[in-house]
């Protein structure tokens, strides 16, 4: 049998590629019967016959048998003299199937045809590849870490697709290693040097918004909607959740029994923690609500210039301000308004302070305790008690104290 082993151009791309086989295999017969009108410009009496699973195909020459003398075009027919030198037993009238050696067009063209394959079909692949990702942006994969490099992380998929996880796109606390698999959202589908780059990101809200939806049913029923999710990754998130039945708590919902939907989440966005409040189109309940979790004693709202001054009981400041600011600011990007924090009844905008909650995954919960046992709440609160006086009151070692103090100074001297 007069035929080319294809292998080596479309072996490696038939199985490991997401490439149906009619595709793959029109792609084959095209390429062939462009090398067929080179040689005999014209393919109409050729038929293409691919094998893509043995990785091989054969070229059928069809011509009519006439008789001799009577070749008017050689390409569809051929002289029952020439015919008979094939078969004996052919007859005039009768059709010839002959088989071309694929060999016969020359090493230099079907080198030339090998390469023109392998880059339709890397076309192809990247056709594929565009399309698959561009309908699932927005949606959550499972991908294995394959390299791990300094700006980024270069991960596979089930079909050994190769994606794209940015430093920017990851949780300042996470680290990968090879092999690990890791849930991320599809963030976009970029084009370098006309290659498609698959962009995933774990900072997006739209992978918070994801991960609400696989672990509260009443969202993915559409019960409950998420009107908006603002966050510092790796920090804080606040989520604004709505209800279209009355009969279901939203928050409640999302948050579960003593916590367990939302601490699922939590564990997968490395301890961020995460405020859900119900969304409402009241604009001071809003604020009061983005604001969690402190207390406000009143407000003063100017809807043209959308900015808002909030007064809270002094206890209250630094929660409403959070640690690095990280509260406010976020109150801000979920209300859309200015929102400036001052003591109640007081003009002076409140001395920045932390909430020494603010520190749990720095400073060990026992020792938190210990230090709201003689009434420090928050971190200038354990600054203005000397070293002694602190190792006098507690219970605590005085390498534990210095180095208790040193987290809290290197806060304040950040910002």
């Not at 037993?89 to 079907?110: S, T």
């Not at 510092?232 to 279901?248: C, H, L, N, Q, T």
């Not at 180095?403 to 809290?408: F, N, S």
């Amino acid at each position: 049998m007069a035929s080319i082993n294809l292998i080596e151009a479309f072996q490696e791309f038939k199985d490991a590629e997401n490439i149906d086989r009619p595709t793959l295999m029109k792609v084959v017969e095209d390429v062939f019967k462009t090398l067929l009108r080179k040689k005999f410009t014209s393919d109409e009496n050729f038929d293409v016959i691919v094998n893509a699973e043995k990785g091989d195909l054969e070229i059928i020459r069809r011509r009519v048998i006439v008789d001799d003398g009577e070749v008017m075009d050689p390409l569809a027919e051929i002289a029952y003299s020439d015919a008979t030198k094939i078969e004996p037993d052919f007859e005039v009238g009768e059709e010839l199937y002959e088989e071309v050696n694929i060999y016969d067009f020359g090493r230099r063209a079907i080198l030339a045809a090998k390469q023109t394959l392998a880059s339709r079909i890397s076309d192809l692949k990247k056709n594929v590849l565009v399309k698959k990702y561009g309908e699932r942006i927005g949606e959550i994969i499972s991908a294995e870490v394959y390299q791990v490099w300094k700006k980024e992380v270069l991960l596979l998929d089930e079909d050994g697709s190769e994606l794209i996880l940015p430093k920017s796109e990851q949780i300042p606390s996470d680290f990968f290693k090879k092999g690990e698999s890791i849930r991320a959202v599809v963030e976009r589908v970029d084009l370098k040097n006309n290659t498609p780059v698959i962009i995933l990101s774990r900072t997006s809200p739209k992978f918070l918004s994801k991960l609400l939806e696989i672990e509260v049913p009443e969202i993915f029923d559409g019960l409950i909607v998420v009107r908006k999710i603002v966050r510092d990754p790796g920090e804080r998130a606040k989520v604004a959740v709505e209800s279209f039945d009355d009969r279901i708590d939203p928050v409640g919902a999302c948050v579960g029994m003593k916590g367990s939907r939302i601490h699922g989440i939590v564990r997968e966005l490395k301890n961020e923690n995460i405020d859900v409040i119900n969304w409402t189109n009241n604009i001071n309940l809003l604020i009061q609500r983005s604001l969690t979790p402190a207390k406000i004693t009143s407000m003063d709202i100017d809807q043209e210039t959308k900015h808002a001054s909030v007064y809270l009981k002094p206890d209250q400041v630094s929660l409403a301000i959070g640690r690095r600011g990280v509260n406010i600011k976020l109150a801000c990007e979920l209300t859309g308004f200015e929102i400036d924090v001052y003591r109640d009844n007081e003009g002076d905008v409140e001395e920045f302070d932390i909430d020494l909650e603010e520190f749990s995954d720095e400073i060990e919960a026992w020792i938190i305790d210990e230090l709201k046992r003689i009434g420090c709440d928050t971190a200038r609160s354990v600054l203005e008690l000397t070293p002694e006086e602190l190792e006098r009151r507690t219970d605590l070692e005085k390498e534990t104290i210095d180095e208790i103090r040193g987290v809290l100074k290197q806060e304040f001297e950040k910002e």
